[in-house]
């Protein structure tokens, strides 16, 4: 299932101004031996999921979801939490500093759980079961299979962000040898779609709810479902070794769980939409049948 803008003002409330230097917040041993103190929570904005309305702090579904998180935390540990949001557009540093950082911060950014990954950072149990689709302009007639893609796609330029699954996605297409074929990146998903669209010599992979967002509104694009990828699950990511995880996965597990949970269902469909949310949900039933 996922930068660099312009320059923000410092005076939104409760947000911190992206900084290069290392993230921190309180671990959950020092918070509650005072009974208060603050975590920081990085996102890579993506609409419908962390994304800010004007000067307001994040909303979306994995937003809503830590906020769940927390609160459940002061209700179950009798203590306050104070939550500072600090966007990080590209999407590359966002990782590099969630991985980097120390003590109470956890990162959204719809990273894709592997096992390389969980040697650099702690991640919760998954809250979304993923398709990556490779997308083109409507006027490319459709992919019949990966094997003819060689042919396909000569005189291609691809799109990726960096250090996503997507660009390791594009790099083995590139490895095929396909004639005349380029590789540009880009630091957001609305670069990637832009770039798409511009003309019938562009492809990219995307996660299949930011394909059906810009299809719904419109964009003409073509999914080629001989390149989707299902193998893919979501989680949200926090610095290895974090003593904030073992709660993150006691909160996901209690009850039904909360990816199963009525809650959860709503925040989908309040931000996604009725018909993304349920393809999504049949999305993530496949996964758990397999």
Known sequence: MNTDGPERSSERPDLV??????DRGDTFRELSARGTGSVVVLFSPSEGWAHRLGD??????TADLVRDFFRWVEEREGIEV???????????RFYRRVRDAAGGVLGIGNVT??????????????????VAVLITHEDVPELPSMEEAYSHFA???AYPRRGTLHEDRIEALRDQGIPDFHVQY?????????????GPDRLAWVDIHNFWRAAEQGAPLRRH????????????????GSDWTPLLEAFFHEGEGYPSSLRYRELLETHLGEGLAGLLQEV???????
């Open 17 to 22: 101004p992206a900084a290069e230097s290392r």
């Open 56 to 61: 307001e702090e994040p909303t979306g579904v």
């Open 82 to 92: 104070e939550v500072r949001w600090v966007e990080e557009e590209e999407w590359g």
């Open 113 to 130: 759980i592997t096992a390389e990954r969980r040697e650099e950072v702690d991640f919760s149990p998954p809250y979304l079961n993923n």
């Open 155 to 157: 005189g291609f330029t």
């Open 186 to 198: 880009v630091n957001s998903i609305e670069a990637v779609i832009a770039a798409v669209l511009e």
């Open 225 to 240: 479902p001989a390149g989707d990828d299902r193998s893919e699950s979501l989680g949200i990511i926090l610095p290895r």
């Open 284 to 290: 993530g039933a496949e996964a758990d049948e397999r």
